[in-house]
């Protein structure tokens, strides 16, 4: 039976987007969850929802309990996460309120507890992580958002800092040399541990700004990143709630 995770960054862990909700508070061996989760319907398919950061934003990108989160949804039962992100465009042609159907990661976090197998106490654990996002759910992603008239773009790779600072412009240049599209908080050590749990685990970006490399304008603020992110939430909202009918 199917049953999708939704792990939704700022804003975009709506539980009205749910039949029948009712929220439960979840405990783990690694402490407790972002956020009690949310159990309800979408089209008649079993969903948990999870807000990343806490539902008051409370939780820096450094202090989300990663583990918790994914060893919540897998003792839910989960059988697919679909997670939404906003993040910074390191690409011209990826412009505010675009979406980006994630296919690769670059993990430049320093202190996360980013995995589950930290002692090989019962035997040595190194998790493949070559494609760390599910190419169905991934395709499922890009279908809905064009089924929408949705501006995506069918892959991209996300560079992952720690946070909660933004890039200098060296930095951000950096990472455009490196091959990174976009640019988050919040991706890596959660494609990561989703990964190992072995739950099938997607991910759409929403491009809120230009980072810092661009010259000819301002560097990126966070009232410019939540003046994009309003205009554009319901966007994610539809891509989500449209994607789970077509996951089986």
Same mark, same amino acid.
């Given at each position: 039976?199917?049953?999708?995770?939704?792990?939704?960054?700022?804003?975009?862990?709506?539980?009205?987007?749910?039949?029948?909700?009712?929220?439960?508070? !979840?405990?783990?061996?690694?402490?407790?969850?972002?956020?009690?989760?949310?159990?309800?319907?979408?089209?008649?398919?079993?969903?948990?929802?999870?807000?990343?950061?806490?539902?008051?934003?409370?939780?820096?990108?450094?202090?989300?309990?990663?583990?918790?989160?994914?060893?919540?949804?897998?003792?839910?039962?989960?059988?697919?996460?679909?997670?939404?992100?906003?993040?910074?465009?390191?690409?011209?042609?990826?412009?505010?309120?675009?979406?980006?159907?994630?296919?690769? +990661?670059?993990?430049?976090?320093? +202190?996360?507890?980013?995995?589950? +197998?930290?002692?090989?106490?019962?035997?040595?654990?190194?998790?493949?992580?070559?494609?760390?996002?599910?190419?169905?759910?991934?395709?499922?992603?890009?279908?809905? !958002?064009?089924?929408?008239?949705?501006?995506?773009?069918?892959?991209?790779?996300?560079?992952?800092?720690?946070?909660?600072?933004?890039?200098?412009?060296? /930095?951000?240049?950096?990472?455009?040399?490196?091959?990174?599209?976009?640019?988050?908080?919040?991706?890596?050590?959660?494609?990561?541990?989703?990964?190992?749990?072995?739950?099938?685990?997607?991910?759409?970006?929403?491009?809120?700004?230009?980072?810092?490399?661009?010259?000819? /304008?301002?560097?990126?603020?966070?009232?410019?990143?939540?003046?994009? +992110?309003?205009?554009? !939430?319901?966007?994610?909202?539809?891509?989500?709630?449209?994607?789970?009918?077509?996951?089986?």
């Amino acid at each position: 039976m199917v049953k999708v995770g939704i792990i939704g960054g700022s804003g975009l862990d709506d539980p009205d987007i749910l039949d029948c909700p009712e929220e439960i508070t !979840a405990d783990t061996p690694y402490g407790s969850p972002s956020s009690p989760l949310t159990l309800g319907r979408i089209h008649g398919t079993e969903v948990v929802i999870l807000a990343r950061h806490g539902r008051k934003h409370q939780f820096s990108p450094t202090q989300v309990n990663n583990r918790a989160n994914i060893h919540a949804m897998k003792e839910q039962g989960v059988t697919h996460i679909l997670a939404t992100t906003a993040c910074g465009s390191l690409r011209r042609e990826i412009d505010r309120g675009h979406m980006v159907i994630l296919d690769q +990661f670059i993990d430049f976090t320093r +202190f996360r507890n980013n995995t589950f +197998f930290t002692c090989f106490q019962n035997g040595a654990e190194h998790t493949g992580m070559a494609e760390p996002f599910d190419e169905t759910l991934r395709q499922h992603l890009y279908d809905t !958002a064009v089924e929408l008239g949705v501006t995506v773009h069918p892959r991209g790779t996300v560079v992952t800092i720690e946070g909660p600072r933004f890039s200098t412009r060296a /930095e951000s240049n950096m990472f455009r040399i490196w091959g990174a599209d976009v640019i988050n908080m919040s991706t890596a050590p959660e494609a990561m541990l989703a990964n190992e749990a072995k739950i099938p685990y997607a991910a759409v970006a929403m491009s809120t700004d230009y980072d810092c490399w661009k010259t000819d /304008e301002a560097p990126v603020s966070w009232d410019e990143i939540l003046e994009v +992110f309003h205009q554009n !939430a319901h966007r994610v909202k539809e891509i989500l709630i449209n994607t789970i009918s077509k996951i089986k």
